[in-house]
């Protein structure tokens, strides 16, 4: 789903003016066409003549606003960086004020019990191993599991006493396939190019890609908060979430901005 674009600040939209000004003027000494432009920096026609009239409905976000001006004096042999920071960029964050309360020393007090048990459990295991054991070779078997047992932190801790309680069941194998490592607390985007496109990649709050890919070209990020994509010809763009379905980005010719996120969290 395409995120909102927001309204400039007054204080935005006069520099956008400055900035697009500024950059038509440029591009008619250079003798540059705004077609021409647009096939250089792989940029829509549209958003290049937005840029130059300050036209903030036909724009995307503020960063994303920067991003274009940045790749648009790059192409016409500027500084793009130093007129990308003039477009001043507001976040709208607010930070979150905690509503716990510090824990008490009396409240820490089961956990202590809870490494009392586990100390407990780990020294049951290991009189059980040294009991049942069949033979010299096993010992090394039993030491592992019971290596394994003692870490409080383990997911499974009942399975190795399976293995010992029962020597002739065996674990399966773990798979070897990709999808089975994808957790539902990350968030996995695999992208194919279906035509070059224009690219802005930010995972988990840091620009991960920023550039022009080839059609054809196959990428994949991972993030465990979200993934946000801004694409300069969605439709050019195939994306698969998790090793889901693939489907396009967005409309061919559309810049489109979408955020991922893990499954147990939302998408916007």
Same mark, same amino acid.
């Given at each position: 789903?395409?995120?909102?674009?927001?309204p400039?600040?007054p204080?935005?939209?006069?520099?956008?003016?400055?900035l697009?000004?500024?950059?038509?003027?440029?591009r008619?000494?250079?003798?540059?066409s705004?077609? /021409? =432009?647009?096939?250089?920096?792989?940029i829509? +026609?549209? $958003?290049i003549?937005?840029?130059? !009239? #300050?036209d903030?409905s036909?724009?995307?976000?503020?960063?994303?606003?920067? /991003? =274009?001006?940045?790749?648009?004096a790059?192409? +016409?042999? $500027?500084?793009?960086?130093?007129? !990308? #920071?003039?477009?001043?960029?507001?976040?709208?964050?607010?930070?979150?004020?905690?509503?716990?309360k510090?824990?008490?020393?009396?409240?820490?007090?089961?956990?202590?019990?809870?490494?009392?048990?586990?100390?407990?459990?780990?020294?049951?295991?290991s009189?059980?191993?040294l009991l049942?054991?069949?033979?010299?070779?096993q010992?090394?078997?039993d030491?592992?599991?019971?290596?394994?047992?003692?870490?409080?932190?383990?997911a499974t801790?009942?399975?190795?006493v399976?293995?010992i309680?029962?020597?002739?069941?065996?674990?399966?194998?773990?798979?070897?396939h990709t999808?089975?490592?994808?957790?539902?607390d990350?968030?996995?985007?695999s992208?194919?190019?279906q035509d070059?496109?224009?690219?802005?990649?930010v995972?988990?709050?840091?620009?991960?890609?920023?550039?022009t890919l080839?059609?054809?070209?196959?990428?994949t990020?991972?993030?465990k908060?979200?993934?946000?994509?801004?694409?300069g010809?969605?439709?050019?763009?195939?994306?698969?979430?998790?090793?889901?379905?693939?489907?396009?980005?967005?409309?061919p010719?559309?810049v489109q901005?979408?955020?991922?996120r893990?499954?147990?969290?939302?998408?916007?």
């Open positions: 789903m395409q995120t909102r674009n927001q400039l600040t204080e935005q939209g006069e520099k956008l003016k400055e697009g000004l500024y950059l038509h003027e440029v008619r000494k250079r003798a540059l705004t077609e /021409a =432009l647009a096939t250089q920096t792989s829509p +026609l549209r $958003l003549k937005a840029i130059e !009239a #300050a903030d036909a724009l995307p976000e503020p960063i994303y606003i920067q /991003a =274009l001006v940045r790749r648009i790059n192409a +016409l042999y $500027l500084n793009g960086q130093e007129l !990308a #920071a003039a477009f001043p960029v507001e976040t709208h964050w607010q930070s979150i004020r905690p509503t716990w510090p824990v008490s020393t009396s409240q820490l007090r089961p956990f202590h019990m809870y490494l009392v048990y586990i100390a407990v459990l780990i020294g049951a295991v009189g059980l191993s049942i054991k069949p033979s010299g070779p010992l090394a078997s030491n592992a599991s019971v290596s394994v047992e003692s870490d409080p932190i383990s801790p009942v399975q190795p399976q293995n309680s029962n020597p002739s069941s065996t674990q399966a194998p773990p798979s070897q999808e089975a490592q994808i957790s539902n990350r968030v996995v985007v992208m194919t190019l070059d496109c224009w690219l802005r990649v995972a988990d709050g840091e620009v991960a890609f920023e550039g080839p059609k054809g070209e196959k990428r990020w991972e993030a908060e979200q993934i946000t994509i801004m694409a010809n969605a439709g050019g763009v195939v994306v698969a979430i998790n090793n889901e379905e693939a489907k396009p980005l967005g409309n010719g559309a901005t979408v955020t991922y893990p499954p147990s969290g939302d998408q916007s």
